[in-house]
């Protein structure tokens, strides 16, 4: 029978973060298991790859600044590149209240030293030449967020774990997790049995079936998002595809996103990435495209970004949010199994925050002080009283 200090359930971005840094803590003999015949086969590998600082709650401000932080020295550090460009991201605000809000959340990521600019409409179409501004009373742009390569990191991070001694089981998706007295004893694997004493659920929208494998509930649920690929103006692409020969759409990989719709963009190469949440989706673990719901989207769109109207759509793919009630992550330990640790419910930002969770819970296992405030991620907060949430999810 197998044994290890740690196993980590889960081999996308959060699970190889986590690998990574037990790795730098000096706990190597960690096995982590995916699934899956591939890592970052999950939500890893089916996002938009945007990273920001622009978060309504200071705990997640504090994630990003982190995160960022080592996305800006990936490659040196980590030793493998993922396409990181910081072109910023700019949130278009329509509704008074949200202005408001934003206001004070501005405030906020200043605070903590966050270089974050409020526009007026017709500085955010300078940012993002292409854009109709219509309706929109404010806008806000951090330069240092961006868009990097979800891939990438996660890659980095288990190649950097492996060479430091983590066993990474492909093919060996999990069946059972052992107790004794409360007490975490071992992972049942399609691979084999494995003797722990430390379990990490890092199984993302597939969280709380995990969960229940410890008899520990947790309160994740799966939502689909689509993510749809329009093709470049044929003539003159984006930069002069324009009515009048005017940019039709960015030249950078500057995010734009609408707020109170929650569309949003951002150049994809030579083409240009874009969703949009949709208030009708159940939670559920289906994947497939949903093409009625382009259908919808498209006059959103259309409506802030005019070329979109008249370009083809390359392809579409669909992933699962892993959602929970407040929007907000849950990172620690499950009170009544010893040993049981959670990584999970990030809601759409866990890619973005995978380098700062994955460093916080690895030094909690380890013993160490995470120097980080972790009663918003607590998994207990469910039950013990309502917290404020995250409200930029897009």
């Known amino acids: ?48 790859g945007g990273v920001r600082h622009q978060f309504s ?23 493998w590149p993922i396409d990181f460009h910081q072109d910023g ?33 017709g500085e955010a179409v300078e940012r993002a030449p292409g854009l ?14 961006g868009i990097a390569d979800p891939s990438g990191v996660m890659t980095g991070f288990a190649k950097t774990a492996q060479r430091a001694g983590v066993e990474i089981w492909r093919d060996a998706e999990v069946t059972g997790v052992r107790t004794d007295r409360g007490r ?18 890092a199984a993302g929208p ?42 039709a759409a960015p030249a950078s990989r500057i995010m734009v996103i609408d707020f109170e719709t929650t569309f949003y963009f951002h150049r994809e190469g030579a083409n240009l990435l874009f969703g ?53 992550p849950i990172i620690g330990p499950a009170a009544g199994i010893d040993g049981f640790y959670v990584i999970a419910g990030f809601s759409g930002h866990g890619f973005q925050h995978s380098p700062a969770a994955g460093r916080v819970l690895a030094d909690l296992i380890a013993g160490r002080d995470p120097q980080f405030d972790l009663k918003p991620f607590a998994l207990d907060r469910f039950t013990t009283g309502k917290a404020p949430g995250e409200s930029n999810v897009v």
Not at 18 to 47: F, M, P
Not at 100 to 116: A, C, P, S
Not at 294 to 318: C, K, M, N, S
Request: aromatic content about 6%.
């Open 276 to 328: 949009m949440s949709d208030p009708d989706e159940k939670p559920g673990f289906d994947t497939t495209v949903n093409w009625e719901f382009l259908e919808r989207l498209t006059p959103v769109a259309v409506r802030r970004l005019p070329i979109l109207g008249d370009v083809a759509i390359a392809h579409a793919w669909a992933g699962l949010y892993e959602m929970t009630p407040d929007a907000m």
């Open 184 to 201: 975490v004893t071992a992972v049942e694997t399609m691979k084999g049995l494995v003797a722990t004493r430390t379990v990490v659920n």
């Open 57 to 79: 709650h200071e705990a997640n401000v504090r994630l990003s600044i982190e995160s960022i932080r080592l996305f800006e020295r990936f490659e040196d550090e980590i030793g």
């Open 206 to 247: 597939w969280a709380k079936a995990v969960g229940r494998l410890a008899d520990v509930s947790i309160p994740v649920e799966p939502l689909r998002r689509h993510i749809f690929i329009a093709e470049s103006p044929q003539r003159a692409g984006w930069e002069r595809g324009g009515p009048g020969g005017l940019a």
């Open 1 to 48: 029978m197998k044994t290890a200090d740690v196993v980590i359930i889960g081999g996308g971005c959060m699970g190889a973060s986590v690998a990574y840094h037990l790795a730098r803590a000096g706990i190597t003999k960690v096995v982590l298991v995916e699934r899956e015949t591939t890592l970052g086969a999950g939500s890893t590998g089916r996002n938009a």
């Open 89 to 121: 991201y700019l949130f278009l605000l329509s509704d008074q209240e949200n202005v408001e809000t934003f206001l004070r959340n501005v405030e906020m990521q200043r605070r903590l030293g966050i270089d974050v600019e409020w526009l007026d409409p």
């Open 132 to 145: 109709e501004v219509e309706g929109v009373r404010a806008a806000t742009f951090c330069a240092r967020d």
